[in-house]
């Protein structure tokens, strides 16, 4: 095996004008930092809502191993079928459990060694859904046993829910990455047991925009306090994205860098 494992994180892909940036510059990063396994955040990539099959398939022609979601990936309900189907394609894991879909994967990079991917949700100002930090618990017992490189996308919309699931993980997974706010932060870093940590890793997609949304719509909508149609902006569109580098055998972190094209 290895002595070490590089993975690439892109961070939530924003519709049509996010997945066309991905096409257009994942190849470079992935050549850049010789990854070995890659993986994004796909729950906005059908028009800021949910995913389709053929989404799905582009991502992975791209490269991408493993395709991870959140709140929004059921904003369609052909998304069932998807997730029922395709043990690659994630949903937050601590859903109940009546819900279609896979929580966690083992990814076997034959000699790279497996890699476990868990996509958890936060419950802070989002739905009452069951505990991450005891589903966290569970997916990694299940998943230390075949590889201690594990990484986790905690898709959450309050800082601190990540930030206290990366402290009460620190050891125990090579990395968490934040994701669902679509603003990227700058606190990436490694923490005192080796678990790689970022709050979040930012939104691909047109930040011409109020996270996604065109402007105007977003301002109607605080002003009026009334519902408009969701309407996803095309222009000033960037690529968010973090590098990883694990120790193959400790599954501990040497690396975390934050990637922003173009930067600001």
């Known amino acids: 095996m290895a002595k070490h494992l590089n993975i690439f994180f892109v961070g939530d892909i924003n519709g049509r004008p996010g997945l066309a940036l991905?096409?257009?510059?994942?190849?470079?990063?992935?050549?850049?930092?010789?990854?070995?396994?890659?993986?994004?955040?796909?729950?906005?990539?059908?028009?800021?809502?949910?995913?389709?099959?053929?989404?799905?398939?582009?991502?992975?022609?791209?490269?991408?191993?493993?395709?991870?979601?959140?709140?929004?990936?059921?904003?369609?309900?052909?998304?069932?079928?998807?997730?029922?189907?395709?043990?690659?394609?994630?949903?937050?894991?601590?859903?109940?459990?009546?819900?279609?879909?896979?929580?966690?994967?083992?990814?076997?990079?034959?000699?790279?060694?497996?890699?476990?991917?868990?996509?958890?949700?936060?419950?802070?100002?989002?739905?009452?859904?069951?505990?991450p930090f005891k589903s966290a618990d569970w997916a990694v017992s299940k998943i230390a046993p075949e590889t201690k490189m594990i990484f986790v996308d905690m898709h959450a919309e309050a800082t601190a829910e990540k930030m206290a699931l990366a402290w009460h993980l620190d050891g125990r997974i090579s990395a968490l990455v934040g994701t669902h706010t679509h603003i990227p932060t700058s606190d990436a870093r490694i923490l005192p047991k080796g678990t790689a940590y970022i709050t979040d890793a930012g939104m691909t997609g047109p930040y011409d925009s109020v996270i996604g949304l065109k402007k105007e719509i977003a301002i109607k909508r605080f002003m009026h306090q009334t519902p408009y149609k969701f309407e996803l902006a095309e222009h000033d569109v960037r690529f968010c994205g973090v590098f990883i580098q694990l120790d193959a055998e400790t599954g501990k972190a040497k690396k975390i860098e934050q990637v922003i094209f173009p930067a600001f």
């Open 22 to 131: 991905t096409t257009t510059v994942l190849k470079q990063y992935l050549q850049k930092y010789e990854v070995d396994f890659c993986i994004a955040n796909g729950e906005n990539l059908d028009n800021g809502k949910s995913i389709t099959e053929e989404q799905a398939k582009a991502l992975f022609d791209l490269g991408v191993h493993v395709i991870t979601t959140g709140n929004h990936i059921w904003d369609s309900w052909k998304a069932k079928k998807i997730l029922a189907e395709n043990r690659n394609i994630l949903r937050p894991l601590n859903y109940p459990k009546e819900n279609p879909g896979y929580g966690y994967c083992i990814y076997d990079l034959k000699e790279k060694g497996r890699v476990g991917v868990v996509n958890l949700q936060g419950r802070t100002y989002m739905q009452p859904i069951d505990d």
